[in-house]
């Protein structure tokens, strides 16, 4: 799961990207308006957490900028706790969501799934497959009903194909949602953690689909 972190403060955006990687997203984090509108315009991100206080371009501006240009990536705002009119204003430029400053990070993690999960057409927060329960909240895996541990680059893959189940994902898109845009990629890295996968979790769960990428179901 890719995300665009928008936010100039050095401290919470490093506390941000810190805790948001332990909750198994890869981040790719941003300090300006304009570099922030960019790279949601040019790159796939799934989920977009837009500070408003953005230095070169207003956060509302980099929203309206998202939405003018069809830019439809679930996007939850940062605010000051009472400024109420930002609100007012980015949920009607097109924010899914906000949360006021200062706020806790299990709450942030709790409206991030949900955004994932509106924007995916799901109601249930786990993902099922032939047996397999993901829970994202609680980041486990079980295998009909025993626990399976996977490493943080196997869930995470896990989890897209699951959130993708019976499309086609592509290489180049899964390694976008295992890596950050500045990240080092070894040339069979995604090989290497689905080969673990199959291991885990059974030779059939995940399909080749060949010069296309990989699928479940």
Partial sequence: MRLLLAEDDPLLGDG?????????????????????????????????????????????????????????????????RGAVDDRIRGLDLGADDYLAK???LDELAARLRSLVRRSQGRSTPLLEYAGIVLDPAAQ???????????TLKEFIILRYLLESQGKVVSRSRLEETMYGWDAEIGSNALEVHIHNLRKKLGQQLIRTVRGLGYRIG
Avoid: M
């Fill in 16 to 80: 941000l990207k810190t805790a948001l990687q332990a909750e198994g997203y890869t981040v790719d984090w941003f300090k300006d308006g304009g570099q922030s509108l960019h790279a949601a315009l040019n790159e796939v991100f799934d989920i977009i957490i837009l500070d408003l206080g953005l230095p070169s371009l207003d956060g509302l501006d980099v929203l309206k900028g998202l939405r003018n240009r069809r830019c439809d990536t679930p996007v939850l705002i940062l605010t000051a």
């Fill in 140 to 150: 486990k895996i079980r295998q009909d009903g025993v626990e399976v541990e996977l």
């Fill in 102 to 104: 200062p706020f806790d």
